[in-house]
């Protein structure tokens, strides 16, 4: 072939590939959501700001259930938002997609996710299934994502019980904010983000344009990146440092979503008003594990909303507050005084590490390891509100073997009470048991 074949063959894929992508988009803004595959899939996710998936089943009765309703909702974003590359909904036959379905961990249909300039948001689409809900999502995640103050008093007013990031740029068309605004457009589940322009913000912007963080309970700015705030990714790495804490709330709003990272929990059940023991958590945590943040899920819990996984535990509201782990197999109380021993050297470590060596469940089918440390109490069945200490025998005859009754119990510690919040099977046809 000559060089000219060549080039014109060359010509001729470009052009063919280009008229397949504007079929595609042209189809997408028409109306129906656009079915994805191995020759599409990256071309679409990375040429639309958002992308809305569906990944279904055919022989899933509630993926039929969806499909008309999650194309009448890509219908009424298409007729809303006609600007190229702005949004579209897709879907993916699983069956048929094997390897997108497994590139993005699917084990349950129809799973609902959102991509937002290629990259899939953590946190999948839980609400209402109805054309309306989901186009009211959509229209929520195509808002900017930062919040642009025409005063620095605005920012006085700031809710103090969320994480904010705070930028003062010279201009809204600069490198610098557009780089923050794509950071922005990632983390805006986890905190939200402000900025000031021009001579609204000179007064902050006296070596330049920067970015802070204002924690929790206060007015101030805690630190201020240092990186060049043109840098996507270090500007990312630090805000989302900022933005996602160790220790989050769990609520039965996000119990779900919690309980799908597959992550055991270590969680701290407090009264409402116990604000002092929340900060010991989150500080010891910080100080002993800040390696597991990968390992282990860290929580705080309303125990008076969280009374059922305490009565599984044995124990109630006048207990708190309580520490135990959910290792999605069994619970594990903390073996110490939580107020008393929180703050010692080491013990939160080692209750951890006693997790993840297979200690804390050994000891609860086969008694305490010899020369050990005091272990997790050993709670018996759900509802017998007995609670049985760990190393101690029957005070009548102490060289006596446990009795079948006793036994029973050593072997059967408390189940797993968040498992239960996985996903529901009245809206989604589960593949894995485990889950």
């Known amino acids: 072939m000559s060089s000219l074949e060549t080039r014109r063959g060359w010509s001729f894929q470009s052009i063919s590939g280009l008229l397949v992508l504007c079929c595609l988009l042209k189809y997408s803004s028409a109306g129906d959501a656009v079915s994805l595959n191995n020759d599409n899939v990256n071309t679409i996710l990375t040429r639309n700001d958002v992308v809305f998936v569906n990944f279904y089943a055919d022989w899933c009765r509630f993926s039929q259930i969806l499909s008309p309703v999650f194309d009448e909702a890509s219908r009424k974003i298409s007729e809303e938002f006609t600007q190229p590359g702005k949004v579209m909904f897709a879907k993916v036959d699983c069956d048929r997609e094997v390897n997108i ?13 959102l991509f937002r300039n290629g990259q899939m948001v953590k946190k999948e689409y839980r609400g209402q299934r109805s054309a309306n809900s989901l186009a009211d999502f959509i229209r929520e995640e195509l808002k900017d994502p930062v919040v ?110 919690l309980t799908e990272e597959g992550l055991p929990f270590l969680i701290l059940f407090h009264g409402p008003d116990d604000n002092d023991i929340v900060e010991v958590y989150n500080r010891e945590v910080a100080k002993q594990l800040l390696t597991e943040k990968s390992n282990v899920n860290f929580l705080v819990a309303d125990g008076t909303k969280f009374t059922h996984p305490l009565h599984h535990l044995g124990k109630s509201v006048s207990d708190l507050p309580v520490l135990a782990i959910d290792s999605f197999r069994h619970m594990y109380v903390f073996p110490h005084n939580v107020k008393e021993d929180l703050e010692k050297p080491g013990v939160l470590k080692q209750f951890i590490e006693d997790l993840h060596s297979g200690k804390l469940h050994r000891e609860f089918h086969h008694g305490p390891d ?4 005091p272990t997790p109490q050993k709670i018996g069945q759900e509802g017998d509100g007995q609670e049985q200490q760990p190393g101690h025998l029957p005070k009548d005859g102490a060289n006596q073997p446990p009795s079948p009754q006793e036994q029973q119990k050593l072997t059967q510690p408390p189940e797993s009470t968040f498992k239960k919040l996985a996903p529901s099977r009245n809206r989604y046809t589960i593949l894995r048991d485990e889950l």
């Open 370 to 373: 010899p020369s050990t440390q």
């Open 148 to 257: 642009e103050h025409n005063s620095l008093d605005e920012l006085d007013e700031l809710d103090t019980k969320k994480r904010h990031v705070i930028g003062f740029f010279e201009s809204k068309e600069s490198e610098n904010y557009k780089t923050f605004a794509r950071v922005a457009s990632f983390l805006r589940d986890d905190c939200p983000f402000h900025a000031a322009f021009g001579p609204v913000s000179a007064s902050e912007r006296t070596g330049g344009d920067n970015v802070g963080f204002r924690p929790p309970n206060t007015h101030r700015q805690d630190v201020v990146f240092m990186g060049p705030l043109n840098n996507f990714d270090q500007l990312f790495a630090w805000s989302y440092d900022k933005c996602v804490p160790m220790v989050r709330e769990i609520t039965f709003e996000n119990a779900e979503e």
């Open 101 to 113: 379905a497994s590139q993005y961990r699917i084990s349950k249909y129809p799973t609902l996710k």
